[in-house]
């Protein structure tokens, strides 16, 4: 594949089908789903640090909210390249949103990751209890962030290795 074939690929995507898409975003809804329901069961199951069930609901409904709301045609870019008033709101909202959570996730890790390794039993120092299904789920969902985002640095650092080497082996380029 030669340069000016990826190049064109990265700049018009081919389209997925729609039950591809569909089955997309209902697998990125699981997690959420999950993350609100452990934080409300577990609300006042950590008392070490009592925001981490909270802070599961908050970013399973903002990360349930802009799933839900990539699926509206609002959120897609014109083909004619104006915008509307609705889709620049939608762009905005979204903008915003994803700003916000960003911001929370920081603030997440930080409650997380400074009380690793709490006490599970609730019969000792109750004011150093945190429960073990809630702290795990918090601390292995936060943790699976940073693991897909090595990933996806990784594989961008290969796809741009490869492409540079492949690109210098094109004749076409001699000219």
């Not at 699926?71 to 939608?90: I, K, Q």
Request: charged share 10%.
């Amino acid at each position: 594949m030669s340069n000016r074939t990826l190049l064109h690929h990265i700049q018009n995507p081919p389209q997925l089908s729609a039950p591809i898409l569909a089955c997309s975003k209902v697998t990125f809804c699981v997690l959420p789903i999950a993350q609100i329901a452990i934080g409300a069961v577990y609300l006042g199951e950590c008392p070490r640090q009592p925001y981490i069930p909270i802070y599961l609901v908050v970013v399973g409904c903002f990360g349930l909210l802009l799933s839900v709301l990539s699926c509206l045609p609002c959120t897609r870019e014109p083909d004619d390249g104006t915008f509307s008033p609705l889709s620049r709101f939608c762009t905005t909202w979204n903008s915003l949103a994803s700003l916000f959570l960003f911001c929370w996730f920081i603030t997440g890790n930080v409650w997380i990751y400074s009380i690793y390794a709490p006490n599970y039993n609730k019969t000792s120092v109750l004011d150093q209890y945190c429960n073990k299904t809630l702290y795990l789920f918090a601390f292995w969902t936060t943790t699976l962030v940073y693991i897909l985002l090595a990933l996806f640095v990784s594989v961008g650092c290969c796809v741009l290795v490869c492409s540079f080497f492949l690109g210098r082996a094109d004749p076409d380029d001699d000219i």
